[in-house]
């Protein structure tokens, strides 16, 4: 009777236990879905109800000084493709055949794309013309998701396109001005999330919920488009003239320290840069800033700057020069190995003489010399607003491989490498009254409401005093017009300024390559413009005078003469 009992009440509980087994693996994986895992179902649930995509407003603009469109973004389409609606074969090639006529692509390669993808929504185009979007979306192509974009359109083609830079496929930027400035650019994006059905096309009348995107200024340049093109085409007839590899130009106002024109060579060209390709690669970086150079014999320009401020010399100081200056036994000899006698300050800085500069810099001392190649800027980044700035090396006596010999070289533009940038911003200060004033590419900004905003001057030293710096503008205008033919000297302005020739160093000593550069301003008495032009390796081995000497003059005349800058020469040859 207790046995048969027993099996009645395991009958019972038997399947009660299971049940509640049961129900507890029920209620557990309840538990999990709906609150432990609710927000990865949730959003599982979310993505095949709904899409969502950034959005940008059109990117700002970028003008140069003038208002002249460099850069700008036009509409188009991003085509994406619900790849479920593609799962019937004959929709997916019908489909597929359109979009091949409106964007080149492969009608194929677009199934294929859509098929193996994995994704709900697939991206099969970007930045299609907007006309030709719009035409395939009238269409109801299946499956056809377009979402609009903007593509950037450069309206003066490759000019001060090392300047401008790139933009990469989200519309951020990558490169020069497009980089720096992105944030401000771009704007703030914008967000937009919509139902959609199981085609994967939006819902009439679904929900929708938009955060609306901010548009950024458009950024006004310091540069004059004007003489961009000159800048260029002058680089370029002077590197193909003298056979060199690479080069740069940099005209600045020293007044204020805008860069008027940059331009480098070889440069990127918008229409068939290749990421994929080293060599492409390396024109991203703008070599005015970032590549650094022994620059010869224009740093007797600083050093000269240095002691008349110091007053340890006038112009009118004399030595006199044997060929050859000892530096604790070292013998440092004139670049043309030349012997010039008893020769004033005037005289060192135009006839170039090496040991004239070496006087110049032992009357400062080591320690003075230093200071005031710091105060000029030399060693550390100028500021400009471009990414990628190298500081430059200088060798200075805290280095523990320096000797006393190394500053000796410095004074005359060896064992110190520097950026042109850095040339360029040192020599306004020589010549500007003796301010040293941040470079910058940007002149102003435009909001969309129209409100303009400028960028001011920055002004960040002061290495010489006003009358140093009246008195250097005249010892460098007796360079340039020495009483004799100078090749850098203008026809129709006076003009200031100084020639670099200096050989490449190569694993602690020198190689026959050379670097030629000349570097001056002009009008002598109120200058406007600071020029430095810069060829690598020359192959005809010219001098930085004969190289880049008639470059400077040639654009002296062009540029001074389009700022309506009245001709001085014949003023000064009456005084």
């Known amino acids: 009777m207790a046995h048969q009992q027993a099996r009645r009440t395991s009958r019972v509980?038997?399947?009660?236990?299971?049940?509640?087994?049961?129900?507890?693996?029920?209620?557990?994986?309840?538990?999990?879905?709906?609150?432990?895992?609710?927000?990865?179902?949730?959003?599982?649930?979310?993505?095949?109800?709904?899409?969502?995509?950034?959005?940008?407003?059109?990117?700002?603009?970028?003008?140069?000084?003038?208002?002249?469109?460099?850069?700008?973004?036009?509409?188009?389409?991003?085509?994406?493709?619900?790849?479920?609606?593609?799962?019937?074969?004959?929709?997916?090639?019908?489909?597929?055949?359109?979009?091949?006529?409106?964007?080149?692509?492969?009608?194929?390669?677009?199934?294929?794309?859509?098929?193996?993808?994995?994704?709900?929504?697939?991206?099969?185009?970007?930045?299609?013309?907007?006309?030709?979007?719009?035409?395939?979306?009238?269409?109801?192509?299946?499956?056809?998701?377009?979402?609009?974009?903007?593509?950037?359109?450069?309206?003066?083609?490759?000019?001060?396109?090392?300047?401008?830079?790139?933009?990469?496929?989200?519309?951020?930027g990558l490169t020069g001005i497009e980089a720096w400035y992105d944030v401000l650019l771009l704007g703030t994006p914008g967000r937009v999330i919509f139902e959609r059905d199981t085609t994967g096309s939006p819902i009439p009348y679904g929900e929708t919920f938009t955060t609306e995107a901010e548009p950024g200024p458009d950024i006004v340049l310091?540069?004059?488009?004007?003489?961009?093109?000159?800048?260029?085409?002058?680089?370029?007839?002077?590197?193909?003239?003298?056979?060199?590899?690479?080069?740069?130009?940099?005209?600045?106002?020293?007044?204020?320290?805008?860069?008027?024109?940059l331009a480098t060579h070889?440069?990127?060209?918008?229409?068939?840069?290749?990421?994929?390709?080293?060599?492409?690669?390396?024109?991203?970086?703008?070599?005015?800033?970032?590549?650094?150079?022994?620059?010869?014999?224009?740093?007797?320009?600083?050093?000269?700057?240095?002691?008349?401020?110091?007053?340890?010399?006038?112009?009118?100081?004399?030595?006199?020069?044997?060929?050859?200056?000892?530096?604790?036994?070292?013998?440092?000899?004139?670049?043309?190995?030349?012997?010039?006698?008893?020769?004033?300050?005037?005289?060192?800085?135009?006839?170039?003489?090496?040991?004239?500069?070496?006087?110049?810099?032992?009357?400062?001392?080591?320690?003075?010399?230093?200071?005031?190649?710091?105060a000029f800027g030399f060693g550390k980044t100028t500021g400009i607003d471009l990414s990628g700035e190298a500081a430059g090396i200088v060798r200075r006596p805290t280095d523990r491989d320096w000797s006393p010999v190394d500053a000796a070289a410095q004074s005359f533009g060896q064992a110190i490498s520097v950026t042109p940038i850095q040339v360029v911003t040192a020599l306004a200060a020589a010549i500007n009254g003796g301010q040293l004033i941040e470079p910058r590419l940007v002149k102003a900004m435009i909001a969309r409401d129209g409100t303009r905003y400028e960028v001011p001057a920055n002004v960040i030293g002061q290495p010489i005093s006003a009358e140093t710096s009246a008195t250097v503008r005249e010892l460098l205008a007796s360079v340039v017009d020495p009483g004799w033919y100078h090749p850098a000297k203008p026809r129709l302005y006076t003009a200031g300024g100084k020639s670099g020739t200096a050989n490449v160093p190569i694993d602690a000593s020198y190689d026959d390559t050379q670097i030629v550069s000349f570097a001056g301003f002009a009008p002598v008495d109120e200058p406007r413009v600071l020029i430095l032009i810069k060829l690598d390796e020359n192959a005809d081995l010219a001098t930085g005078t004969e190289a880049a000497g008639p470059v400077f003059a040639t654009l002296v005349d062009e540029v001074l003469g389009y700022l309506g800058v009245v001709p001085d020469v014949e003023q000064v040859a009456a005084r």
């Open 266 to 374: 070889p440069r990127l060209d918008f229409s068939s840069l290749d990421l994929s390709d080293p060599e492409h690669v390396k024109l991203l970086r703008n070599s005015a800033v970032s590549d650094v150079y022994e620059p010869g014999s224009v740093m007797k320009v600083i050093t000269a700057a240095a002691a008349i401020d110091a007053e340890l010399i006038t112009p009118e100081t004399t030595y006199e020069d044997t060929g050859i200056a000892y530096v604790y036994g070292t013998p440092i000899f004139n670049w043309n190995n030349g012997v010039y006698g008893e020769q004033t300050m005037t005289g060192v800085l135009q006839q170039s003489i090496n040991t004239g500069a070496v006087f110049m810099m032992e009357k400062l001392g080591v320690r003075l010399f230093h200071e005031y190649l710091e």
């Open 222 to 261: 310091t540069i004059d488009r004007r003489m961009q093109v000159s800048a260029e085409r002058l680089l370029q007839q002077a590197i193909e003239k003298h056979e060199a590899t690479r080069g740069s130009i940099i005209i600045m106002d020293p007044r204020n320290g805008e860069i008027l024109a």
């Open 13 to 172: 509980w038997l399947p009660a236990i299971a049940f509640a087994v049961f129900a507890a693996v029920v209620l557990a994986r309840l538990v999990q879905v709906q609150i432990l895992e609710h927000d990865r179902y949730a959003e599982e649930a979310r993505s095949e109800l709904f899409a969502s995509d950034t959005v940008f407003e059109r990117r700002g603009a970028i003008l140069d000084r003038n208002g002249f469109l460099l850069a700008m973004s036009t509409d188009t389409w991003d085509l994406y493709v619900a790849s479920r609606l593609w799962n019937d074969p004959d929709v997916a090639r019908e489909a597929s055949e359109a979009i091949s006529k409106a964007t080149g692509h492969d009608a194929t390669y677009l199934r294929t794309v859509v098929r193996e993808s994995g994704l709900v929504d697939v991206l099969v185009a970007r930045d299609v013309p907007y006309d030709a979007g719009k035409a395939l979306l009238d269409a109801n192509v299946p499956g056809l998701i377009g979402l609009p974009n903007t593509v950037r359109v450069h309206p003066a083609g490759n000019v001060a396109s090392s300047v401008i830079g790139i933009i990469g496929a989200e519309n951020t």
